[in-house]
């Protein structure tokens, strides 16, 4: 069993839906957990990033994280042409080092006009 | 613009021969790490220098090796060359260590292919 695992999709909505992309995971010593977002040809840049359990907003983004159920999930709403991308969880422990940040292999996103 | 550079973009070449890809990491970050991208094991960690001393090792291959200069400027050195090897290679700097949240900025990468 991989320490993160994530739907590659790819995942294909209309304009304006709902989205719901989301990563479970195995290592309860996971505190950070993030969503990058990467455009084709592009390298991932930090959509979200919340610490511990609970939830964060940020404009049309809402992320979410049960650490009970070991679940996160990112929340886009009125999902636009532009939100096309492939979207990658990532977690990390308290310690330091590289080595504990861990990622899903990320979920393709095509948002239909 | 992340502020983080790589260079080359894109590069082709033989089996068997040796690269460099070379990174210069945002203004003010003292961490460097390098990333391999494939479709199939998606971003695997390679390693991570802070303030040119190696900090952290994950799935290089021996093959493989990196340093940080002293203008903090990274590269990473790929030598006998597999197809396997054909991949997108990512730098990403952060300000620490890596300990807390330890947010990366990433380069846009440098795509190689091994023909």
């Known amino acids: 069993q991989k320490e993160v695992e994530q739907d590659p999709g790819p995942l294909s909505v209309p304009e304006g839906a709902i989205v719901s992309l989301n990563c479970t995971y195995s290592?309860?010593?996971?505190?950070?957990f993030m969503w990058y977002r990467q455009y084709s040809r592009k390298g991932p840049e930090l959509l979200m990033y919340t610490y511990s359990s609970g939830n964060k907003e940020d404009g049309r983004f809402t992320a979410q994280v049960d650490k009970s159920s070991k679940y996160i999930s990112l929340f886009i709403r009125d999902s636009q042409p532009s939100d096309s991308a492939t979207y990658l969880c990532?977690?990390?422990?308290?310690?330091?080092?590289?080595?504990?940040?861990?990622f899903g292999k990320g979920t393709h996103l095509i948002i239909q006009p | 613009d992340s502020g983080v550079t790589q260079t080359p973009k894109h590069l082709i070449t033989a089996t068997g021969q040796r690269v460099t890809l070379r990174c210069s990491p945002r203004?003010?970050?003292?961490?460097v790490y390098w990333y391999q991208q494939s479709l199939d094991q998606g971003l695997q960690f390679l390693i991570q220098?802070?303030?040119?001393?190696?900090?952290a090792k994950g799935n290089i291959l021996e093959r493989f090796s990196a340093q940080q200069f002293p203008d903090l400027h990274s590269e990473l050195n790929l030598s006998s060359l597999e197809l396997g090897d054909s991949a997108l290679y990512f730098c990403?700097?952060?300000?620490?260590?890596?300990?807390?949240?330890?947010?990366?900025?990433f380069g846009a990468g440098s795509r190689l292919t091994v023909l």
């Open positions: 203004s003010g970050d003292l961490s």
């Open positions: 990403a700097s952060s300000v620490a260590t890596g300990s807390g949240a330890n947010v990366l900025t």
């Open positions: 990532a977690m990390k422990d308290q310690g330091g080092g590289a080595d504990g940040l861990t």
């Open positions: 290592n309860s010593a996971f505190q950070y």
């Open positions: 220098y802070y303030n040119g001393e190696e900090r």
